[in-house]
C-alpha cells in the first residue's frame, strides 16, 4: 500500500490534509516534525511527504524546523503555507513578513505551467492565510502561480520534485484545491490508490486474527459506530474470545442505554455485558468544573470499571477500543495545540491491568468507519448515528455536574433531537444537541419569577467535524424547540442558539 507522509509543523489542518490525500485513495499518515528523519522516511518508503502549515515563523527563533536532508531523500515534496516557506528557506531563500498585515481569506491566484495545477483553469480562487511571504525564491526554483500581493505564491523545482503553494489547496474555499492534492499524490508521486474500505476490512479481520491468536479480548462497546463497526471486526477476528462491555456512566442521552442493550444484548457471539456504573461517576465528578479534568476522571474510571469487570471475567488480556484517527491526533500526539483530549486515549492511565491496548479503527477516519459499517453489515441506525462524545453529557454541563442537571440537559436533548428528526433526513444537520450552560437568567413562568437554566442549542453542519458552520435551522423549529424546552422543563428559563464555526469553536462545548 503506497503512503504519504504528512509532517505536521503545527497547523490545524494536518487531519484535514491526510483526509483530502485519502480522498484519492491513498493512504497518509501524520507525523510531528522532528519525530521523524529523513533517513527514517527514506526506510519508511513513503512516496511523498507533504510539510503542513503552522503559525510560526521560520526565521524566528524556536521554530519548528527540519533537517535540509528532508528536501534530499529523492521522495518527492509538497510544501503548504508554513510548509512551503520552509522549503524555501532550508534551500536558500528569502522568507520575510508580509507588507502590512498578511494575506487573509480568498484572492485570485493566477496559475502557470506545472504539472500540480495539471487540468486546473488559468485564474482561480484561493484561499490564504500568511502573515509571512517568500522574498527571494533559492536557487534552482521557479514561480508557478502569483496572487496580487504574493507573486511566489506556488514555486517548484520540477526535477527535484519539491513544490511549494503558499495558499491551501487542502481547504474547500480554494478551487480546484483536490486537484492540485490529487495532482501531487498521483501523477507526482505515482501513488496507486490502492487504499479502499474493502482492502482495509479484509486486512485489518485477518492481522487481528494473527495478532490476537489465543488471546481474551475485551472492548469498550458504546454503541455508537467507532466502538460498533470495532466490535463487528472483532468479532470476525477471534469469534467469542471476544467480550463487549456496555459501560452505562449515567450520562448518555435520552433512551440510549436501552437502545444499545436491544441492538446488542442478543449477540451472544459478542458476550454483551452491561456494566451500571452511573453512580460511581457521579460521585468522582462531584464538583469538578475544569473540562479536561472531567474528561481524564472520565477515562480513569472507566478502565477501573474495565478491569474490575475483567477481573469478574476471568481476565481478559488486551483492552480493545474503538479510537479512530482524529482522536489520536487530537489528543496532542503530534506538535499541534492540545485541543481537548478524547477520552479514547487521552485519559487511559498509566498502570493498567491490560497488558495491550488494541485499536483496530486508529487509522480511519470517521467517514472510513462508515463504510466499513455499511461493508460489514452493520444496520444504518449504527452507522448513520450522529456522533456521540464517550465523556457524554459530562462534557455538555458546563461547571458542576449533578443527577438534576443530567436530567435537565437529556431532556432538553430529547426535544431538541425530536424537533430537528422531524425534519427531511437530507435536511438535518451533521449533529445537533443541546447544552446546559452555567450560567442561570431570570424569567417568568405561571406570572412568577422564575431563575433557571440556560440551554444552548447546537447544530452543525461538516463532513469531517474537523471544520464544521452552523446550521441555519429553520427559525420555525428554533421556536418550537425553545417553546418546549422552557415549557416542559421547569429549571429552564431561556434557550439560545449556537451560532459559532469550528474553527475557532469547536463543535463540543467542552
Ligand atoms: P469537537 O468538540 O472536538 O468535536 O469539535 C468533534 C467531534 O468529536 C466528538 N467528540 C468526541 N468523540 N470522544 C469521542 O468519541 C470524545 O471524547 C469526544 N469529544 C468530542 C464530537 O461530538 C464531535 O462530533
Redesign the pocket.
Known amino acids: 500500500m503506497d503512503r504519504i507522509l504528512v509532517l505536521d509543523f503545527g497547523g490545524q489542518y494536518d487531519l484535514l490534509i491526510a483526509r483530502r490525500v485519502r480522498e484519492h485513495h491513498v493512504f497518509a499518515e501524520i507525523k510531528p516534525y522532528g519525530k521523524i528523519s529523513a533517513e527514517e522516511v527514506k526506510r519508511g518508503g513513503y512516496r511523498g511527504i507533504i510539510f503542513t502549515g503552522g503559525p510560526a515563523s521560520v526565521y524566528a527563533e524556536g521554530s519548528p524546523l527540519c533537517g535540509a536532508d528532508m528536501l534530499e531523500t529523492g521522495i518527492p515534496v509538497l510544501g503548504i503555507c508554513y510548509g512551503a516557506q520552509l522549503i524555501a528557506h532550508l534551500s536558500g531563500g528569502e522568507v520575510s513578513p508580509a507588507e502590512g498585515s498578511g494575506e487573509y481569506g480568498s484572492a485570485a491566484l493566477s496559475v502557470g505551467k506545472s504539472a500540480l495545477f495539471d487540468g486546473i483553469p488559468e485564474k482561480i480562487t484561493c484561499w490564504m492565510s500568511h502573515s509571512d511571504r517568500i522574498t527571494s525564491l533559492p536557487p534552482g526554483y521557479t514561480v508557478t502561480a502569483s496572487t496580487g500581493k504574493c507573486p511566489a505564491a506556488a514555486f517548484e523545482n520540477s526535477e527535484k520534485k519539491i513544490y511549494g503553494v503558499q495558499f491551501h489547496p487542502e481547504v474547500s474555499h480554494t478551487e480546484y484545491g483536490r486537484y492540485v492534492i490529487g495532482n501531487f499524490v498521483k501523477k507526482i508521486c505515482g501513488a496507486s490508490g490502492d487504499w479502499t474500505m474493502d482492502g482495509f476490512t479484509e486486512r485489518s479481520v485477518r492481522e487481528l486474527r494473527e495478532k490476537l491468536e489465543g488471546r481474551n479480548v475485551m472492548l469498550a462497546l458504546s454503541g ?1 459506530v ?1 466502538s460498533s463497526v470495532a466490535a463487528e471486526l472483532l468479532c470476525r477476528a477471534v469469534g467469542d474470545r471476544l467480550t463487549c462491555v456496555f459501560v452505562d456512566h449515567g450520562m448518555l442521552r435520552k433512551g440510549e442505554s436501552e437502545a444499545v442493550v436491544s441492538v446488542f444484548g442478543g449477540r451472544k457471539d459478542m458476550n454483551f455485558i452491561r456494566v451500571d456504573a452511573a453512580e460511581r461517576f457521579l460521585e468522582r465528578l462531584s464538583g469538578v468544573t475544569e473540562p479536561e479534568t472531567k ?1 481524564r476522571i472520565i477515562g480513569e474510571e472507566f478502565v477501573r470499571v474495565f478491569e474490575e469487570t475483567a477481573k469478574a471475567c476471568g481476565g481478559s488480556d488486551v483492552l480493545a477500543q474503538g479510537t479512530i484517527y ?2 489520536v491526533i ?1 489528543s496532542g500526539r503530534g506538535n499541534s495545540a492540545v ?6 486515549v487521552g485519559g487511559l492511565p498509566g498502570e493498567m491491568l491490560f497488558r495491550e491496548v488494541c485499536e483496530p479503527l486508529r487509522d480511519l477516519f470517521k467517514d472510513e468507519v462508515r463504510h466499513v459499517g455499511e461493508l460489514l453489515g452493520l444496520p444504518d441506525s449504527i452507522v448513520r448515528r450522529q ?5 457524554g453529557l459530562a ?1 455538555r454541563i458546563t461547571g458542576r455536574i449533578s443527577g438534576d442537571k443530567l436530567n435537565t440537559v437529556r431532556e432538553a436533548d430529547a426535544i431538541f433531537r425530536e424537533e430537528v428528526g422531524k425534519l427531511p433526513e437530507e435536511e438535518r444537520p451533521s ?1 445537533y444537541f443541546a447544552v446546559l450552560t452555567d450560567t442561570k437568567s431570570v424569567g417568568v413562568k405561571g406570572d412568577a419569577r422564575a431563575y433557571g437554566y440556560t440551554v444552548a442549542l447546537r447544530a452543525v453542519d461538516t463532513d469531517d ?1 474537523m471544520t ?1 458552520g452552523w446550521s441555519r435551522l429553520p427559525y420555525s423549529l428554533l421556536e418550537t424547540a425553545a417553546g418546549r424546552i422552557t415549557g416542559e422543563i421547569p429549571q429552564v428559563t431561556r434557550v439560545v442558539y449556537d451560532i459559532s464555526s ?1 474553527p475557532p469553536a ?3 462545548w467542552e
Open positions: 455508537g467507532d474528561r482524529p482522536d487530537e485541543i481537548k483530549s478524547h477520552h479514547n456522533p456521540f462524545p464517550g465523556p462534557v449533529q467535524f464544521a469550528k469547536t463543535v463540543e
